[in-house]
């Protein structure tokens, strides 16, 4: 039986302004701190609001290490805003194949063509402007204008959030709206109170690189932090415990099978329908064995009555959001000519398409000789 308190429901968390003595040391102690302790990272060393805008939307869900890579390939081939409304959508997913969360790549190219139609391909400057555009979300706003242009504009992500929450003893969920609005309250109050040479690009990103380096989610470093005097959660000995982790919601198991054609030494793919999951990517032809519904639990109308699966090649696991996936990859041969919707390429073409993370995982173990061009992991 759960316990009256697991019934209720999340209630509210409050920011409490800090008195100005403990605001102006918290301002002071951490951009020191980021002074001296920052990581050289490639889209710090540049002011260009488009460039900045492009690692913000890598960042999200992925891994510096991982953005490192992919940043200065996505801006070579793109390197203006206009630039990437003008390119083709295809070569946007080719350029973005994995980094997973394909959404963000579709949402940075149409926020791009507005940016090119209405703001002479310059990202704005304005706050609202940013927000208006589609995908452009308050923390991507406010991290756009302020590190570019040092517009006083707030921002809260998952490691400001973790480092105010434990700063102000804010004992709430991760991620919910609760803690939410009282980690925008806090972000609010201090960049709009920044004094002397304190930038706001230079306490937004100090905040978030204190998350990042110090107050760490499992072993946050307190010994070391520049906030450890002011940090109530320190004082209470309970900053691992801040923020609660979010109930964890149950992973569904899928079951593929995944077909390999192959036909003088190229492979048939399937691009998936537009509009869906991962629309518009290709994959090698995929049907469902359990039910899902994230994959068809028939090949498509071209396919079905022609494709025959032969024997095992290899098996693979995958993880889509909340999907763990297990794939028995088969060769399968055509009875007969056909393949509505599909396509034959070789593994060089393979490489330059929008492929989906499984598809590029099948290929990499399969393309002869591990093709280079399949490396990118
Ligand atoms: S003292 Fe510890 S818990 Fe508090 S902000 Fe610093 S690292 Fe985080």
């Known amino acids: 039986m759960s316990s009256k308190k697991e019934q209720e429901p999340e209630g509210e968390v409050r920011f409490a302004p800090p008195g100005e003595v403990t605001a102006r040391s918290v301002r002071r102690e951490l951009t020191l701190w980021y002074a001296a302790a920052k990581r050289d990272l490639p889209w710090r060393r540049t002011s260009d609001p488009y460039a900045i805008w492009v690692s913000e939307a890598m960042l999200q869900q992925t891994r510096v290490e991982t953005v490192k890579e992919y940043w200065p390939r996505f801006l070579e081939r793109f390197p203006t805003a206009t630039a990437l409304a003008e390119a083709e959508e295809e070569a946007v997913l080719e350029a973005w194949s994995g980094l997973g969360y394909y959404r963000r790549a579709r949402s940075l190219q149409a926020a791009a063509r507005v940016i090119a139609s209405e703001h002479q391909g310059v990202f704005p400057r304005d706050l609202g402007a940013a927000l208006d555009l589609p995908g452009v979300g308050p923390y991507t706003a406010g991290a756009v204008v302020s590190i570019a242009y040092d517009v006083p504009a707030p921002l809260v992500d998952g490691n400001v959030e973790r480092v105010f929450a434990r700063l102000f003893g804010m004992e709430g969920v991760r991620a919910s709206g609760p803690l939410g609005r009282a980690c925008w309250a806090a972000a609010s109050f201090f960049v709009e109170r920044l004094e002397g040479a304190v930038r706001p690009s230079v306490w937004n990103q100090a905040l978030m690189e204190l998350g990042a380096l110090v107050c760490t989610p499992r072993a946050p470093r307190c010994d070391e932090c520049p906030l450890a005097e002011e940090c109530v959660a320190k004082a209470r000995g ?74 095992d ?33 070789g593994p060089e073409e393979a490489a330059e398409l929008a492929l989906t993370g499984m598809a590029r995982k099948v290929a990499e173990r399969l393309a002869p000789a591990r093709d280079p061009l399949f490396d990118r992991s």
């Open 238 to 311: 309970n900053a691992v415990g801040i923020p609660r982790p979010k109930p964890r919601r149950a992973s569904t198991e899928v079951e593929l099978e995944v077909y390999v054609i192959e036909r003088g030494g190229r492979w048939l793919l399937e691009q998936r329908p537009e509009g869906g999951l991962m629309g518009g990517m290709w994959q090698f032809p995929t049907v469902e064995v359990t039910s899902s519904g994230l994959f068809p639990e028939e090949l498509g109308p071209g396919l079905a009555p022609v494709v025959e699966p032969e024997h």
């Open 313 to 345: 090649l290899i098996a693979l696991t995958h993880g889509i959001t909340h999907h763990r996936i297990r794939a028995r990859v088969r060769s399968a041969r055509m009875a007969a000519s056909g393949g509505e919707g599909a396509a034959w390429f």
